[in-house]
């Protein structure tokens, strides 16, 4: 090979095909670089189909062009290619039922840290359903620091939880641990939460990414945005696209929060990424006199969702009560964030019970 070939040759690629590129031109496009030793990923681009050339093959983009029906080969140069704004640059919208993560709506998922009881679980759905949430939150299966602290409550916690969020016409987002717990998290869940000692379990979000529900994917204690977005790209290059990220805080020096909250990282992912972003201000705090005016700067700061502790009881809560709402704070919270919202162009529930419409 001489030198001037291998100049051409790449490695990382998106093919965009012509507006009025038919089925069976971007079958044969697909087949050609699957051939040459591409892993292949289709997407759309507006009104064209997008596709991802990644992987161990190699190819030429100025002959790719000629081949029927593509518009234009561009070269990804981001380490992470599938999760990058080069590979897709509309903004991913993931949708369960009428749940819309990522389009004009700010999605609020709200509820407790852990399943306790029936009891704790019913109240605490129904509060955060009148208040306008529209995705329940809660653990059935907990990381926690020490061995001897609550671990949740397994299977019947997501039965629990489910039932509730069933009976409040709320989806459900739990936590999945390890890989031998997605099956049965992913019967009960809406979206498959992975926390963030998880981030870099390469086990867990490759078979995360064998499967099709929607995955959160909160950011390491101390990950950068390229380490988090390389974990993104575990799970989309299984073929999992429905993968959201969650700032959720970070670890500095400071030990008057809990984390340090990087609101800063939201616009910079959405500038590098088209992949959902979502605040969680509970743990990027720990302190829920700080809870609030945090949630209000993420969207204000352009999240596309928050994730929110609320308890019903959050004194005698067994685990992260410090950082949990009563249900009155976060009826609040949503009152101001229908303020916010509008002023960026967003929309946000204003109470689904009465099917008043949109707080815009």
Known sequence: MSVATAKVQVKDMVVVMKELATEAQADAVVTQLVEMGFDVHRAMGGNRIVIGAVGGGQGDPALIELWDGVHEVLRISEPYKLASRSFQR?????????????????????????????????????????????????????????????????????????????????????????????????????????????????SLLRELGKVRTPVLLKRGLSATIEEWLMSAEYILAGGNMNVMLCERGIRTFESYTRNTLDISAIPVVQQLSHLPVISDPSHGTGRRDKVVAMARASVAAGADGLLVEVHCDPDHAVSDGAQSLFPQQFDQLMGELRIIAPAIGRGICVEPASRRGWGH
């Open 90 to 202: 509309e903004n991913t919208v993931i949708t369960i039922g009428d749940v819309r993560i990522g389009g004009d709506e700010v999605i609020v998922m709200a509820g407790p840290c852990s399943a306790e009881t029936v009891e704790q679980v019913e109240t605490t759905a129904a509060a955060v359903k009148r208040a306008g949430a529209k995705v329940f939150r809660g653990g059935a299966f907990k990381p926690r620091s020490s061995p001897y602290s609550f671990q949740g409550l397994g299977v019947a916690g997501l039965q629990m939880l489910r039932e509730a969020a069933d009976r409040h016409d709320l989806k459900l987002i739990t936590e999945v641990m390890e890989v031998a717990q997605i099956p049965v998290v992913e019967r009960y869940a809406h979206i498959l939460q992975v926390g963030a000692r998880n981030m870099q379990n390469y």
